[in-house]
């Protein structure tokens, strides 16, 4: 399965946006990562076959996955974003149903990653 990010850009601190992660095949678990420069790979956001979502606690309230499954597609919807989101976000992907605050090695399929600035 390969997958590949976009939307990535430049924001000012308050602003949004929505990264889009395309996939060319099925799988059970969706997901976006990021990272920071310095900074580990961490959790943003997963969504399930189901539907099922989950996010880490400082995106809640702030960061929203959804899917168009007709399109094989996963979106995070970003708003009220803070310098401190500044990160490359990747999309990742799992054949199976990865727990609520899944670790990196939990997915077997990565994107490229997409940039993500907010100045101040």
């Known amino acids: 399965v390969q997958l590949q990010a976009s939307g990535g850009g430049l924001v000012q601190a308050g602003g949004s946006l929505r990264l889009s992660c395309a996939a060319s095949?099925?799988?059970?678990?969706r997901g976006w990562f990021r990272q920071a420069p310095g900074k580990e790979r961490e959790f943003v956001a997963r969504?399930?076959?189901?539907?099922?979502?989950s996010y880490a606690d400082s995106m809640k309230g702030r960061f929203t996955i959804s899917r168009d499954i007709t399109k094989n597609m996963v979106y995070l919807q970003m708003n009220s974003l803070e310098p401190e989101d500044t990160a490359v976000y990747y999309c990742?992907?799992?054949?199976?149903?990865?727990?609520?605050?899944?670790?990196?090695?939990?997915?077997?399929?990565w994107g490229q990653g997409t940039l993500v600035t907010v100045s101040s």
């Open positions: 990742a992907a799992a054949d199976r149903v990865v727990g609520r605050y899944p670790a990196f090695g939990d997915f077997a399929y």
């Open positions: 095949g099925r799988t059970t678990s």
């Open positions: 969504i399930t076959w189901t539907g099922s979502t």
